[in-house]
């Protein structure tokens, strides 16, 4: 006996029921795509500004200059990158660059870091005299002040356990561990290792 099919009938694939529309459904499979892509956007930049949160706060930072106690080393409007791991693991020496802590907190110029010169370390005696500063008796090679900068004296000063003592290349025109005295480590922010503004300027310290 032959099957047939009545002319009526139509396969369940072909039958559409009454108020189905197929192009709402694509406007929502397109309205959840647009959803998508917007989140996936949102989760990058929020990622990024993360990255750039802990980055800023643990590992490097930008400061700007805005004194010109470290010319000729550092001029008024320079910007430098700050590393802050680099005495977690190493220690400070002289001759580092350093950001701290100003001492007393923020002057009335709202500037509240400060960045100076190591120039004595823990356990070592420092004084100014004729016009040069001494370290344990011997006078300090200071190779990066200019020729005829000389340093007011001061009193012979013992630096503490975990203080350094620090110093402008400006001399004249610093304000420095000769006022606040030696500089706690826990106060030093990082090195600053790098001027990065100007472009004329860019290059390590």
């Known amino acids: 006996m032959t099957e047939t099919t009545d002319p009526g009938e139509h396969p369940p694939s072909s039958v559409t029921m009454p108020g189905d529309d197929p192009a709402p459904a694509a406007e929502r499979r397109g309205m959840s795509h647009s959803t998508r892509s917007a989140v996936e956007w949102v989760a990058v930049i929020v990622g990024a ?4 949160l802990v980055v800023k706060t643990f590992l490097i930072q930008a400061f700007y200059i805005p004194s010109e106690s470290m010319v000729p080393s550092l001029e008024i409007g320079d910007r430098v990158l700050v590393n802050k791991l ?4 190493g220690d ?11 001492p007393g907190g923020p002057g009335s110029d709202g500037i509240k870091d400060l960045i100076k010169r190591v120039v004595a370390l823990e356990g070592e005696t420092v004084e100014g005299r004729d016009g040069r500063v001494w370290v344990d ?9 200019e020729p005829d ?8 000063y013992t630096v503490p ?9 400006n001399r ?5 561990s000769r006022r606040f005295k030696a500089v706690p480590l826990d106060d030093v922010v990082g090195r600053a290792f790098v001027v990065i ?5 860019f290059g390590l310290l």
């Open 172 to 176: 004249g025109a610093s304000d420095d």
């Open 161 to 169: 356990d975990d203080h350094v003592w620090v110093m402008g290349d």
């Open 197 to 201: 503004w100007p472009l004329s300027a």
């Open 137 to 145: 008796g011997e006078a300090l090679a200071e190779t990066y002040l």
């Open 86 to 89: 680099s005495y977690r693991t």
């Open 149 to 156: 900068v000389t340093t007011t004296p001061f009193e012979p």
């Open 92 to 102: 400070v020496d002289r001759g580092d660059i350093v950001v701290f802590a100003r």
């Open 49 to 52: 500004l993360v990255v750039a």
